[in-house]
């Protein structure tokens, strides 16, 4: 039992490239997530999926877009990464709402983003 | 819109001192989780308080949710140097969708 795979772990992106962050989990969970983390910042929403073929914006969309591809998979792509993408990207899930510890949010191991 | 504000930013202790972090939500939560990150590492689920006035234990940290539930603490006892790291509170509000996440607390532990 994996929980919640991402990769790649670490990336290096020059100015204009595009890349797709791929995140997976076997909980059978519902609702999946992207932040991103930055020094100061917290934990900041990018993207959400409520559920399978679902999508919708978080705090800090902009630049970036994703695709929920089955109940399994939800991907995040820069198109034209930018110096100010750098950061350690997190996808998460969760479980149904209602039930304890279903409520809580596991955490893959971060993917670290640089652009140049 | 909803907010979540976490004290202190840092706190440095020697090993064996107590600690305390705190959560203050601009709107009432329906629950509230915390969760711990260790340097370089990803955050982990701790607990989650759902009633008004609920305390939780956890060995050496106690978990106190207030009676408005629009605030919370963290305390350490006598930290050691595994408590080293950042730790998160979040909290759900109106439709349960989206957690609203604190800032973190960074705990530097002096050994």
């Known amino acids: 039992n994996a929980g919640v795979t991402q990769t790649p772990k670490f990336q290096v992106l020059k100015t204009g490239q595009s890349m797709t962050l791929q995140c997976a989990q076997d909980?059978?969970?519902?609702?999946m997530y992207w932040y991103r983390q930055d020094p100061g910042m917290g934990l900041r929403l990018i993207y959400y999926?409520?559920?399978?073929?679902?999508?919708d914006k978080g705090e800090v969309p902009n630049g970036y877009n994703v695709s929920r591809l089955n109940k399994r998979e939800f991907s995040l792509r820069l198109e034209s990464a930018a110096p100010s993408q750098t950061s350690v990207y997190f996808c998460?899930?969760?479980?149904?709402?209602?039930?304890?510890?279903?409520?809580?949010?596991?955490f893959g191991e971060g993917s670290w983003l640089t652009v140049v | 819109g909803q907010q979540v504000m976490q004290i202190p930013q840092y706190q440095h202790v020697q090993e064996g001192e107590d600690f305390t972090t705190y959560c203050n939500s601009s709107?009432?939560?329906?629950?509230i989780q915390w969760y711990k990150q260790r340097p370089g590492g990803h955050p982990v689920f701790l607990i989650q308080?759902?009633?008004s006035g609920e305390v939780k234990k956890q060995k050496r940290l106690t978990f106190q949710f207030g009676e408005a539930k629009k605030n919370s603490s963290l305390h350490i006892t006598a930290t050691q140097t595994t408590d080293v790291g950042t730790y998160f509170c979040?909290?759900?509000?109106?439709?349960?969708?989206?957690?609203?996440w604190g800032l973190g607390t960074s705990l530097a532990v002096n050994p």
């Open positions: 998460a899930s969760r479980g149904l709402r209602t039930l304890i510890p279903g409520n809580t949010i596991y």
């Open positions: 909980m059978n969970h519902n609702s």
């Open positions: 999926s409520a559920s399978e073929g679902t999508t």
């Open positions: 709107t009432t939560l329906s629950n």
């Open positions: 308080l759902v009633k």
């Open positions: 979040a909290g759900y509000a109106g439709n349960n969708r989206k957690l609203i």
